[in-house]
């Protein structure tokens, strides 16, 4: 079916899964939504994330999506059961990866970095009871990383000082994996790499989300048979040129983001 794949964040995070989105799956037109004017969505209750997702939601729907990948944690911890229950196509949303860090720990010690609102969830507090049963699992919220990479900061020594705050009591506990339970992190894998010792696995869910996509399309029968190249759109609630300038980062490419 050549009707597009909608995608959407608070903000730039979610780009960390369009690239595996759009590499795995390359016949696929595909709408990406930033919702830059609401973004954080970390510190707010769950209410208001269904709130704004909801808008979100309704904006790529008119757009003729055929599905929905939910590239936030928070938004998927908080509104992933309402959206399925109101709208009539299949969501993919965020898993925390907290079951292959816990299988392949050494160490038995393992942590995921996230936000306030997706250790407040219920999927996250099921996932951990599920598969971390016999590992000493540490959370950390990832204070201030999420404005950081709104903010294109990522690559100044300031950052890599609060990365290294923010990692040396995980540091003392042993890990050796680190999860990344929000969208926003993996563009700053390469400072975490620089601040954490060289056993630490750090983990992004995004490979694993797109593959589930691709499952969920194929099961569906929703996947593209288009041969025509795909068309890729992407549209902000607010501010948009970090997300160009990381678009153009990762594809090479300049898109126009167009700030609705
Ligand atoms: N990228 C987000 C996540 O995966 C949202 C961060 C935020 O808006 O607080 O959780």
């Known amino acids: 079916m050549n009707k597009p ?3 959407f964040d608070s903000g730039v995070g ?3 899964v369009w690239r595996h989105l759009v590499k795995d799956l390359p016949n696929e037109s595909v709408v990406y939504f930033a919702d830059t004017a609401n973004c954080p969505y970390g510190p707010k209750s769950q209410p208001e994330i269904i709130a704004v997702v909801d808008k979100v939601v309704r904006f790529l729907i008119s757009k003729n999506v055929k599905l929905i990948v939910v590239a936030c944690n928070t938004a998927t911890a908080a509104a992933i059961d309402y959206l399925r229950a109101t709208y009539n196509i299949p969501f993919i949303g965020m898993e925390p990866a907290v079951k292959p860090a816990a299988l392949n720990s050494k160490t038995k010690s393992i942590a995921v970095l996230a936000t306030e609102g997706t250790f407040n969830g219920k999927l996250y507090i099921e996932t951990s009871q599920r598969f971390a ?8 919220i990832g204070d201030k990383l999420v404005d950081i990479v709104e903010k294109n900061q990522i690559n ?10 923010l990692m040396a009591p995980l540091i003392q506990k042993n890990i050796d994996h680190l999860v990344l339970g929000c969208t926003h992190y993996p563009f700053l894998t390469e400072v975490l790499k620089k601040v954490l010792p060289a056993k630490v696995h750090i983990i992004d869910p995004a490979p694993a989300v797109i ?12 996947l593209s048979n288009n041969s025509l190249k795909p068309v890729y759109e992407f549209y902000s609630s607010g501010e948009s040129q970090v997300l160009q300038s990381l678009i153009f980062n990762i594809t090479n490419k300049k898109y126009i983001v167009k700030s609705l």
Not at 133 to 140: A, E, M
Not at 156 to 165: A, C, D, G, L, W
Not at 211 to 222: F, P, R, Y
Request: proline share 0%; net charge negative.
């Open 211 to 222: 593959k589930q996509t691709s499952k969920i399309l194929e099961e569906n029968n929703l």
């Open 156 to 165: 100044n020594s300031e950052t890599e000082n609060h990365v290294k705050e």
């Open 5 to 7: 794949i909608g995608i």
């Open 14 to 16: 979610g780009l960390s």
């Open 133 to 140: 049963s016999d590992v000493d699992l540490h959370i950390k």
